[in-house]
């Protein structure tokens, strides 16, 4: 077994590569570096582990479950942002909300009800994303791409929520042009719903796509995070 300061060197090793490998996809699509944030994917990973991740520079952290989310957060330092990414069961964000700065997955008017109701108890803001399922495989959570737009501007009309943007799971394809197109897609919604004018979408720019196996297509596409976490904490163990 590798000592904790061996995994740390090796997570702050791979965190600076990673983030090396998005600054050259996004330089070689025209694009600033600088608008690609890398969001870390941490799922299964101990506090230990993420909090060696943060010390080496990561400044955004997504959880896939409220659960993990009441286990590590209270351990990390301020200044951390993090986002939820994985599937809500409506009933379960509540206790999560305190320290979530964002729900990218929002893919259903009922959970988005409950958030902007719970923002109004609790008398805060929250910035959502609305997932997309681009590809359309039954095993992807997500707003069919025909339904995003509407889905979208009724978030962004609710109070205490602030729309920023799409997010998606790129298609498990060995196909980079299936991956690349269903990523397009995404941003061709994003232009349609900040082209659109209605109240609450000005500031939905966003885009969050890509993961270890196709980050430089997202980024190619548009991409404004990036998440990672195979290529940071290397493969993790089955569930
Ligand atoms: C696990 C996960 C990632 C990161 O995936 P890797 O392939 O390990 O980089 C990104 N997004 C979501 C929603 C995830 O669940």
Redesign the pocket.
Known sequence: MPSDDDRAALVAQRLAAARSRLDDAARSAGRDPADVRLLL?T?TMSTAVVRAAVAAGATLL?E?RVQEVLAKAPDLPDGVELHL??HLQSNKVNAALRWVACVESVDSLDLAHRLSARCEATDRELDVMVQVNVSGEASKFGVAPEDALALATEVASLPRLRLTGLMT?GARSPDDGVVRAGFARLRGLRDDLVESGVPGTGDARGLSMG???DAALAVAEGATIV?????VFGERPPR
């Not at 998440?227 to 290529?231: N, V, Y």
């Open positions: 994917a799922k997504g896939n990414i994985g799971i993961m270890t196996g998440r990672l976490g195979t290529a």
